[in-house]
C-alpha cells in the first residue's frame, strides 16, 4: 500500500540551527514528492518538489530535500532556521494519472530564540 | 480569483443536519481535489474532479458524503446526517490539469458537528 511516514511528530530547534525533517515514502512506481508548510490559519503551501532528475532539489524559503531511492526517503533540509519557520510540514507522495497526493501526518517545527 | 477560494471558512452545524462546503478552484484549473485533515493528522484524499465529472471518489468515507462540479469551476462538497466524526478540516486544491502539476490549496472549511 502506498503511504508517507514522518517519524517526528514534534521537532524543536534553535534559530540559526540547522533542520532535517525526516520523510520515507512506500509507493509502487516512480515517485513525485512533495514538501507543504501549513501555518496556524493558512491554507498548504508547496515548498518543492521532486519529479525526476537531479535528486537534490531547491525550494522556496531558502529549504531544499535530497530524494534517496535507495532508501525510499525524501529529507527536508534548511541550513539556518528562522522563527518564520515555525509551522507544521507535510511531505506528499503522488504519481497517480489524477495527481492526488497522499500525505504523511505531519512533523510541527517550533523555533526557539 | 488569485487563488483557491473556500467557503465558509468556519461551519457549526448540529449532529444530523446537512452541510454544503464550496469550493471555487483557481480558474483555468480542470482538475479539482477535496481532502479532509482531522486533527493531528495530514491531509486524506477524498475526491477528484477532472472537469465535470468524478474521476475518482475512492476516498469518500461513506454514501453520505458526495460532490459535485456542474459546470467544470465551483465545486460543492455535500454531506448528509452529519456525525460528530466528520468534524475536521476540509480542505479543497485545484491544479491546471492533474498529472504532473502543482496542486494549489484552499485555506479550508473547519467544519464542526456538535
Known amino acids: 500500500a502506498q503511504s508517507v511516514t514522518q517519524p517526528d511528530i514534534h521537532i524543536t530547534v534553535s534559530e540559526g540551527a540547522s533542520l532535517e525533517l525526516r520523510c520515507n515514502y512506500s509507493?509502487?512506481?516512480?515517485?513525485?514528492l512533495f514538501w507543504y508548510v501549513q501555518s496556524p490559519g493558512q491554507g498548504l503551501q508547496l515548498l518543492l518538489k521532486?519529479?525526476?532528475?537531479?535528486?537534490l532539489v531547491q525550494g522556496i524559503k531558502g529549504f531544499e530535500a535530497e530524494f534517496k531511492r535507495s532508501q525510499s526517503s525524501f529529507n527536508l533540509r534548511k541550513p539556518s532556521v528562522h522563527w518564520s519557520d515555525a509551522a507544521e510540514y507535510f511531505c506528499?507522495?503522488?504519481?497517480?494519472?489524477?495527481?492526488?497526493?497522499?500525505f504523511g501526518k505531519g512533523t510541527k517545527l517550533s523555533v526557539k530564540p | 480569483g488569485a487563488g483557491v477560494s473556500q467557503t465558509p471558512s468556519n461551519k457549526v452545524t448540529e449532529k444530523g443536519k446537512y452541510v454544503e462546503l464550496r469550493c471555487d478552484p483557481i480558474?483555468?484549473?480542470?482538475?479539482l481535489y477535496w481532502y479532509r485533515q482531522s486533527l493531528g493528522q495530514g491531509p486524506e484524499f477524498l475526491i477528484y474532479?477532472?472537469?465535470?465529472?468524478?474521476?475518482?471518489d475512492s476516498g469518500l468515507p461513506n454514501d453520505r458524503f458526495f460532490a459535485v462540479r456542474p459546470e467544470g469551476s465551483v465545486s460543492t462538497l455535500k454531506i448528509q446526517r452529519t456525525e460528530r466524526g466528520d468534524s475536521a478540516v476540509y480542505l479543497c486544491?485545484?491544479?491546471?490539469?492533474?498529472?504532473?502539476?502543482?496542486?494549489?490549496f484552499g485555506q479550508g472549511t473547519r467544519l464542526t458537528v456538535v
Open positions: 486544491a485545484s491544479s491546471l490539469n492533474g498529472l504532473n502539476t502543482e496542486a494549489f
Open positions: 509507493y509502487g512506481a516512480t515517485p513525485y
Open positions: 521532486y519529479f525526476s532528475g537531479d535528486t
Open positions: 506528499a507522495v503522488g504519481g497517480g494519472s489524477q495527481g492526488n497526493l497522499i
Open positions: 480558474s483555468g484549473h480542470t482538475a
Open positions: 474532479f477532472q472537469g465535470t465529472g468524478a474521476a475518482d
